[in-house]
């Protein structure tokens, strides 16, 4: 088979700073080993995150001269208003400045004390602003979602009777909202069938409860959908797409992944009822509707964007090169998420450190053991991000201890990523020398961001 090659050639570019081993152990002494704590420019390759770390279009960077910065009714809105609507089918659509906004919006509308919110995985974000409002978060992952090493087309599936039975004991009318994350991001990128996104929306309408989506990443997950599911090889992304959105009542979305944009994010539904309480709360919390956090030319580049990402010929290489990551890790017997995410490889840091229980943060030691080893910027999603205590203090641990790999879109080019290969494997080989970590500090909420950790020495 011959090479995938980037489809984009490089017009700008941004240097990159070296350092050397030693430089980088004084680095995270000081960032009490904690990567969210360290300069970007101390970070030889950053795949901290997919997140607004997009290397925009020369179209997209044309939009943003014409971006109409008026106050009100900017035409910038209605171009981005009429993307949305065409992709999603959704009429009502209000921009914010990024997806957490969108999810504080609607769940401080719809959230609350005795409610449930369900989902195959929720974001971290989604489920703060979920329990900042007093609500509960469930997920419901399938059985092979929970299993690093099964190989499945569709690992972010919603459970179907697991959903079904929670439904019938807790009431319908204690579960204002049901949200399907795709890809599923904490999941390992996983992607989420057409058809059970349609055995969702069933239920649900029978339940009269909501669906919505948490689209970031939808395009990834359409191009899953064309690739693996049958019946839907020879149609358009953007018909998957839309298909997708018809079985739920409305999404939201942070622009910053799928979109290619650096900031940016909206709010979309049917329900006029449910739109004008969310608009009332934008208003005061981001701004007038047709601009809603964002300037004119956000508007213009998340437009163009979520025109491009639809693009077939960037949608193969994308889902390939992370699998060219994946598969050059698995062929060094590194264990890792399977199969390849859309935006990401997750390495399993449960079996990749066995030596390290789970009270010692394995994810985090091979995240900061990285970061030494080759200037590789990853994020824990394991017990660091997800871990809670019991009445006795003790840790009750996340379900699954990876560690993120997320590729910014159009970024790096292979040889970064052949680079980030050898660390890994380096690492793996010699594994056996990284040490467990405990925490010394941290916040009650989203503690992975500003927590600080040392070394665990016997
Ligand atoms: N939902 C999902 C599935 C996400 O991955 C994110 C962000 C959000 C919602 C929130 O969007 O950052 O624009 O407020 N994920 C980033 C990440 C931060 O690194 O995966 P936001």
């Not at 039975?165 to 204002?176: S, V």
């Amino acid at each position: 088979m011959k090479n995938i090659i980037e489809p984009f050639k490089i017009k700008s570019v941004e240097p990159i700073y070296f350092n050397t081993l030693e430089q980088r152990k004084e680095i995270l002494n000081t960032a009490h080993y904690n990567l969210f704590l360290i300069k970007a420019k101390d970070v030889l390759i950053d795949l901290l995150t997919d997140s607004g770390t997009s290397a925009m279009s020369s179209h997209q960077w044309a939009g943003i001269m014409q971006g109409d910065e008026s106050y009100a009714g900017s035409s910038s809105f209605f171009r981005f208003e009429k993307t949305i609507q065409q992709i999603t089918g959704f009429p009502i659509v209000m921009p914010t400045h990024q997806g957490r906004a969108s999810e504080k919006i609607l769940f401080s509308i719809i959230g609350g004390k005795g409610k449930y919110i369900l989902s195959n995985t929720l974001f971290d974000t989604t489920r703060a602003n979920i329990e900042f409002t007093g609500a509960e978060g469930v997920d419901f992952i399938c059985e092979e979602g929970k299993n690093p090493s099964i190989i499945a087309p569709f690992k972010g599936n919603i459970h179907i009777e697991n959903l079904k039975d929670f439904i019938h004991e807790k009431g319908a009318e204690n579960i204002p909202l049901c949200i399907i994350t795709v890809t599923n991001n904490s999941g390992g990128g996983q992607p989420v069938s057409m058809k059970n996104i349609q055995d969702t929306s069933v239920i649900c309408k029978k339940h009269q409860i909501p669906l919505f989506i948490d689209a970031c990443r939808f395009a990834e997950n359409a191009y899953f959908i064309k690739t693996r599911e049958p019946g839907y090889e020879t149609k358009s992304i953007n018909d998957i797409a839309q298909e997708m959105f018809s079985y739920a009542d409305g999404c939201t979305m942070s622009a910053k992944k799928d979109a290619f944009a650096n900031i940016g994010g909206f709010l979309a539904m049917k329900d006029p009822v449910l739109a004008l309480s969310c608009r009332n709360l934008l208003v005061i919390t981001e701004g007038f509707p047709t601009y809603g956090g964002l300037a004119g030319r956000d508007l213009e580049a998340i437009a163009i964007g979520l025109n491009e990402v639809m693009d077939e010929n960037y949608l193969h290489y994308r889902i390939k090169s992370i699998e060219y990551l994946a598969n050059k890790l698995i062929a060094a017997g590194v264990p890792i998420m399977q199969p390849a995410g859309g935006h990401a490889v997750y390495l399993n840091a449960k079996e990749f450190l066995s030596h390290i229980p789970i009270t010692e943060y394995p994810g985090q030691a091979l995240a900061t053991a990285l970061y030494i080893e080759g200037g590789i910027r990853s994020v824990e999603i394991g017990s660091l991000m997800f871990g809670k205590y019991n009445k006795a203090n003790e840790l009750i641990p996340a379900q699954m201890e990876l560690v993120r790999l997320a590729i910014p879109r159009r970024v790096y080019t292979q040889s970064h990523i052949d680079y980030v290969a050898e660390i890994i494997i380096e690492l793996y080989q010699k594994r056996h020398l990284v040490i467990g970590l405990e925490i010394t500090e941290e916040a009650s909420m989203l503690r992975h961001f500003t927590a600080k950790l040392k070394p665990i020495k016997n």
